[in-house]
């Protein structure tokens, strides 16, 4: 099992900037990427960024195209922890934020955290 509890949510004013910070625990070997997805009121879960964890291209980086430029995922192994700069916040990216990770085996498993809500005031 893995446990990922993510931090740092709150209100910004359009604009700001907020760190998002998901602590990973438990079984983490074979985890072969992590992720933060998005979800506003009435709509879908939708991917906002992904970082590779697996020995292919450990650190390659993938953005949704809305944040693309503005939002920076990165991975620190040593403090177990998937962090999201988000910058230049629009009201858009107002919503509930979740951590995800994808672990190699069989079968494979995803494992997401209780999210954190984000509102940006315009």
């Known amino acids: 099992q893995v446990q990922l509890v993510e931090s740092g949510g709150g209100l910004v004013q359009a604009g700001g900037s907020l760190r998002l910070s998901c602590a990973v625990s438990?079984?983490?070997?074979?985890?072969?990427?992590f992720g933060w997805y998005r979800q506003a009121p009435g709509t879908q879960r939708d991917l906002v960024a992904t970082?590779?964890?697996?020995?292919?291209?450990?650190?390659?980086?993938n953005y949704g195209d809305s944040v693309r430029g503005r939002f920076t995922i990165s991975l620190d192994n040593a403090k177990n922890t998937v962090y999201l700069q988000m910058s230049s916040l629009l009201p858009e990216d107002t919503g509930v934020y979740y951590c995800?990770?994808?672990?190699?085996?069989?079968?494979?498993?995803?494992?997401w955290g209780q999210g954190t809500q984000v509102t940006v005031s315009s």
């Open positions: 995800k990770a994808f672990q190699f085996g069989r079968p494979p498993r995803e494992y």
């Open positions: 438990g079984s983490t070997h074979s985890i072969a990427s």
């Open positions: 970082i590779e964890n697996g020995l292919l291209n450990p650190g390659s980086t």
